[in-house]
């Protein structure tokens, strides 16, 4: 699970000619993003955490793995849950109502991100390095893959092949083919949620109550490396 504007979304600063000026909104806007980004994140992992396995967080993407007994019986289910994550996290996206008091871009632009997920198939391995559990093998290297594609859209599950073909039912799939370096030509079967807006009110200035929740909300102590070594004492 990928989400999508990670980079623009932490980078986009204003420029105000003043050195000053522009340290301290370069700051506010990373720390709120951080913020945002984690919140987002937690909802997802939230939302699958009973189905799947959360291995790690890379960035602004969480990679999750599952080993079943009968692949083809737990394909259909998860579909079903991965179609459903959009939801979760527009849910989650709504409801950061807090950050409609903050005139930041990162609070601002919230409504711009999206989730990319990847799912995939295949034989992997659980290596153990220092405290951490890795997954390594050809099926590991290729969802990573994947996600650098050609898809023309920020919000989307695909499905390979080879998880396709578990779940003969899939239905609103759409063929897609990609290029992926040094796997060749595959053929990709790619679902689009229906688009979806978050309306942020647009204040001149914050009102008192809203600054107060504001407040409380970037108040709490959330980071990505929190998060993680959170779900790793789990």
Request: aromatic share 10%.
């Amino acid at each position: 699970v990928d989400i999508s504007g990670y980079t623009r979304f932490i980078m986009n600063h204003k420029r105000f000619g003043i050195a000053a000026l522009e340290r301290r909104n370069e700051r506010v806007v990373e720390e709120h993003a951080e913020a945002i980004i984690s919140v987002l994140l937690e909802a997802v992992i939230d939302d699958l955490e009973d189905i799947l396995v959360v291995n790690k967080l890379e960035g602004d993407a969480a990679l999750f793995y599952v080993s079943c007994a009968d692949s083809k019986a737990f394909a259909p289910e998860l579909v079903s849950r991965l179609r459903a994550t959009f939801g979760a996290f527009n849910r989650k996206l709504e409801a950061l109502k807090a950050c409609d008091g903050c005139l930041c871009e990162a609070c601002g632009q919230r409504g711009d991100l999206r989730i990319k997920i990847v799912a995939h198939a295949g034989e992997f391995m659980i290596k153990p390095v220092a405290r951490f559990e890795e997954l390594a093998g050809e099926a590991v290297i290729f969802a990573h893959r994947l996600l650098k594609n050609e898809i023309p859209s920020s919000e989307y599950l695909a499905l390979t092949h080879e998880f396709a073909q578990l779940d003969p039912s899939l239905s609103g799939f759409q063929a897609h083919q990609e290029i992926i370096p040094d796997f060749g030509s595959v053929t990709l079967q790619v679902f689009y949620p229906h688009p979806h807006e978050v309306r942020v009110r647009r204040l001149p200035l914050p009102w008192p109550w809203q600054t107060w929740k504001m407040a409380r909300f970037f108040a709490q102590p959330r980071s990505r490396r929190l998060l993680e070594a959170g779900r790793r004492a789990v």
